[in-house]
């Protein structure tokens, strides 16, 4: 197995996710590993007791550890899994991170700023300057890139590199790219996180989260957290998860390739007033993403001409996109992000968000055309 392992290693991202967290080759074994349904181990060994460990998580953390470049932890949910890592910043910090974030890590920061002294300075992550002047005198540094919604992209690089220059802890949302796009860990941070709810798995039927770390110190403390805060996932969930991850490459690869089309007939839809496409020439944060990522991602979002409530009369109108909250799934989904009272109001009201699938792209763009028209 550690041969075996060794060699996967030194493979492309596409092989290693399809080659990883399999058990060994023996005559006989399984291909797949199984799940693990036992709350209860016999005393001396590694695990002790079932919130400490499985082996079922234990082959899904194999498998993202290749893809994120760092040892990895699940959790039960993307939000345990920030929570994790935000419960290792000391009370009294100060904090920088995006205006523009996912809605539960801008509540979470809100409530941990009240509760345990923390000062959160909110940045335009794609402003460098903005966010490398915040940097000075802060503790901890959380960037999301692309953002959620807005599809900002942040010079993660320069920024990672600076803010630990200056002794920062940082950590990255790397949900949108994941490791097949870019490796926050490789250019120096601390942890990359990621909703495998989303495009890991990938079938809209698990909640699970992960924080990958190449630091030791940093790792065993965030271990503590779902060992003593009880943030675990189930191992059937983890077993869902894994076969997910094994067809990452072409998942993603399509939903990218379906989701430029329609970043370029959406721009000029006459129901659109903007369409937020990184991979897009004419998009402000092309150049940057064009810079350091592997590709430009399957999340795409447009602001629909006549306001909030013509955004909400397309969503309801599509046949084939399912109107609903979340993303990475094999299936297109939007919805109007204000429909959420916690959307960061910097966020306009019209801003539908579309999680493009794998389906058909003249289909896909039928519906959405229809579905516009029908305002």
């Not at 490459?249 to 089309?261: G, I, T």
């Not at 007939?265 to 990522?293: C, I, N």
Request: net charge neutral; with cysteine; proline share 4%.
């Amino acid at each position: 197995m550690s041969t075996d392992r060794e060699y996967i290693k030194k493979l492309s991202p596409e092989s290693q996710v399809v080659a990883s967290g399999r058990p060994g080759r023996t005559k006989d074994a399984s291909l797949n590993p199984n799940i693990e349904l036992s709350a209860t181990f016999h005393a001396g060994g590694d695990i002790g007791y079932g919130r400490f460990g499985n082996a079922s998580w234990k082959a899904l953390e194999e498998a993202i550890e290749l893809i994120e470049g760092g040892k990895t932890i699940l959790f039960s949910s993307g939000l345990a899994a920030i929570s994790a890592i935000f419960k290792t910043v000391p009370n009294g910090s100060v904090i920088v991170t995006s205006k523009n974030g996912y809605t539960g890590t801008m509540n979470l920061l809100r409530q941990i700023s009240e509760i345990n002294g923390m000062q959160v300075r909110y940045v335009d992550v794609s402003n460098t300057q903005e966010v490398l002047t915040a940097l000075e005198g802060a503790n901890f540094a959380w960037i999301e890139s692309p953002t959620n919604p807005a599809l900002e992209v942040a010079d993660l690089p320069k920024i990672i590199k600076q803010a630990k220059s200056l002794g920062l802890i940082v950590g990255v949302d790397n949900t949108f790219a994941t490791g097949l796009l870019q490796q926050p860990l490789k250019m120096g941070a601390d942890f990359s996180m990621n909703s495998v709810t989303k495009y890991l798995s990938g079938h809209s039927d698990v909640v699970m989260g992960s924080v990958s770390s190449r630091n030791e110190n940093l790792l065993t403390k965030v271990l503590d957290v779902r060992k003593f805060h009880g943030a675990i996932p189930g191992p059937f969930e983890a077993w869902l998860a894994l076969r997910g991850v094994r067809t990452l490459s072409l998942r993603l690869a399509k939903a990218q390739e379906n989701a430029m089309e329609l970043a370029k007939r959406l721009s000029s839809h006459p129901q659109v007033d903007r369409v937020r496409y990184p991979g897009l020439e004419t998009d402000p944060h092309h150049l940057m993403a064009k810079s350091f990522m592997k590709g430009f991602g399957a999340i795409l979002c447009i602001e629909v001409k006549g306001g909030a409530n013509a955004a909400d009369r397309a969503c309801e109108s599509s046949k084939l996109i399912t109107y609903a909250t979340s993303l990475g799934g094999v299936e297109s989904l939007w919805e109007r992000r204000q429909r959420w009272g916690s959307e960061a109001p910097s966020i306009p009201d019209n801003l539908v968000r579309i999680s493009v699938g794998i389906e058909n792209i003249e289909d896909l763009w039928l519906d959405i055309d229809q579905s516009l028209r029908a305002i």
